[in-house]
């Protein structure tokens, strides 16, 4: 199984119990330009950035009920019940982003949120 440090991964508990009949979403999110970042300021910043990002992501999931399906470097796909937590799950994480990037050093890098959002 294919797993990250969280326990997430394409197990059966990586999807949110839903029927066949359910409408889901499936939102992605992940940092903008991460890779020309990491060239361009090194591996150190990157590091931090994700760490940052994750913290940030993390705590908007929990509260709009989004359940991780897999991470992968800055990248998370998540899967929630309603199109409406996704969305609003998504505004909540660029506004902070927006903020974390005018405030702490290593986000002062050009960091910049891109998350997709599409229902099934």
Known sequence: ?????????????ATPEVSLSDTITIFFSDIRGFTDTTEELGDEVAHELVREQ???????????????VKTQG???MVAFKATRGAILCA????????SASASTPASRSGRRTATTSAAR
Do not use: C, T
């Open 1 to 13: 199984m294919n797993e990250n440090a969280h326990g997430e991964g394409n197990g059966p508990r």
């Open 54 to 68: 994750d913290a940030i992501v993390r705590s908007h999931l929990e509260a709009y009920g989004g359940d991780v």
């Open 74 to 76: 800055d990248g998370f």
């Open 91 to 98: 505004i909540a994480i660029q506004k902070e982003s927006r």
